[in-house]
């Protein structure tokens, strides 16, 4: 038998289990929403590209940030609504640890963030790490 083969089912099988209990483990404390309603609408969206920038539009809802993934291009100025929508849950900020962004996010009132995202992945959250969302910047 293929030893490697091997390796690479048990390693998924593993992998897929910590995913399973992930999705339903206990719901966090922070943010009164369930990992299970989390990742009901995780959805991936792609920035449109208008005029030598990028744009997208963020809602925090209660169902935390939707879309869950924004999809980016490298070295393209992006310029990132944010709106909060409910006064449910914690992301009432938004920080992108990589960028330096950190900006409070008003109910209802949309906050623009702006940078130029580089090559790999980042992570959007709100200000205790709770709820989050990734860029994923090709
Ligand atoms: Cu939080």
Redesign the pocket.
Known sequence: MNRKLIIATITFLIGALLVTAAAFGKPQA??NISRAKLLAKRSTQTAKQENGAQTATIEINSKGFDPGSLKLKAGVPAKITFLRKTDEG??KSVVIKEYNINRDLPLNEAVTVEFTPRKGEFTFA???N??KGKLIVV
Do not use: K, N, W
């Open positions: 922070c943010c914690c992301a709100c200000g205790m709770m709820l």
